[in-house]
Structures are given as C-alpha cells and as structure tokens.
C-alpha cells in the first residue's frame, strides 16, 4: 500500500557536489549543492540560486566539483550553511585547502579525493533558479580510491549523498549488481 504526499519533488539521491570558484580577489570560495548531475558525456548541469559561487561562475566562466565525502561531513555542511558574503574565510574556518586547477581558472579542494573540472558552457535562468552547464576538461581523482586496474571506486569514496525527506546525508556504497548485465537473465 502507498500513502500519496501531495506535489513534492523527491529525487534520489542527490549527489552532495562542492562546487569551488575563485572570488574577484583570487581568494577560494565553495558552496554545498544537491541540485546538479551529469546531463551528458562530458557535460555537468546544476542548479544554483543567487550565491557569491554563482557570481564568481560567471565571472570566470569556470567552477570545479567535488564530491563531498563522509571523512569531510562536517566541512561539506559548514560550507553550505555559510555564505562568503558573511564569511569571506569560510573555506578555512571549514579545514579545507585548495591547489589551483591545471585545467580551468577554479580551485581544486584537495581534501576531496573525487574533483571535475569544468568551463562554463551556458548559465540561464530558469523556474526561479540559475542553470549552469559545464563541460568537463578534466576528471582528477586521489590514487587511494581507484581499484588495482586504475579505475573510480565510488565505495572507497564513500561519496555523500543528499536524502531530502529525512534532511540528512547517506553514503554511497556497495554494490547492488552490474549494470547493463543483471537484466540479461531476463532475456
């Protein structure tokens, strides 16, 4: 049996992405946002209200994203329960140092071990929020979260993930079957 809810918008799960930009001065800036994900094969959407981030986004027409982690639970949140409007060092006040990206003007957080970097390629308004489509340029991940033939385990990430009707975070984990072969046994 199922209990209806009324018109509520729960789609799951919400990658935790912590998404970093320089400010005017050069200085790093990151905010905590759920509303984003792949749109494509080498392109990022997210949605993002009026923030410093935002600004910074389109003035430097690039960003990077981490993915915020369980060893960094506390840093992910602090960066989004704070504005750099109102704390322009949250980034310090939160532990987290940055390196410069090799590949776009956008910091790169090095405590996370998973980070995308990406150029801007549209930014537009839209249902009250602003859009924002990157497309990668580079993928850079900690050699501590690869498996031994060189590829992204997302379970050594133990990447957070974003649960809105609880308001609270989970982990990504183990894995449930392989994808494009579980079905086949259907076939």
């Keep these: 049996m199922k209990r209806n809810f009324g018109a509520k918008a729960v789609i799951t799960p919400l990658p935790v992405l912590i998404i970093a930009t320089y400010n005017e001065d050069g200085s790093a800036d990151a905010m905590n946002a759920a509303?984003?994900?792949?749109?494509?094969?080498k392109h990022i959407a997210l949605n993002l209200g009026s923030h410093v981030t935002t600004e910074n986004i389109r003035r430097n027409q690039a960003f990077t994203v981490s993915f915020a982690d369980k060893k960094n639970l506390i840093a992910s949140d602090y960066v989004g329960l704070v504005s750099a409007k109102d704390v322009p060092d949250?980034?310090?006040k939160?532990?987290?140092?940055?390196?410069?990206?090799e590949f776009v003007n956008a910091p790169v957080i090095v405590e996370y071990p998973l980070t995308i970097e990406c150029k801007v390629?549209?930014?537009?308004?839209?249902?009250?929020?602003?859009?924002?489509?990157g497309e990668v340029v580079n993928l850079s991940a900690e050699v501590s979260i690869l498996t031994?033939?060189?590829k992204i385990d997302l379970g050594k990430v133990e990447a957070l993930v974003y649960d809105s009707p609880?308001?609270?975070y989970r982990v990504v984990g183990e894995v449930a079957g392989a994808?494009?072969?579980?079905g086949l046994a259907l076939k």
Excluded: M, N, P, Y
């Excluded at 939160?94 to 990206?101: E, W, Y």
């Design 121 to 133: 390629v549209s930014i537009r308004e839209e249902l009250g929020e602003i859009r924002v489509v």
């Design 166 to 168: 609880a308001h609270a």
């Design 90 to 92: 949250k980034l310090e």
């Design 35 to 41: 509303w984003g994900g792949q749109c494509g094969g």
């Design 179 to 182: 994808a494009f072969q579980a």
């Design 94 to 101: 939160a532990g987290l140092h940055t390196v410069r990206s």
């Design 148 to 150: 031994e033939d060189g």
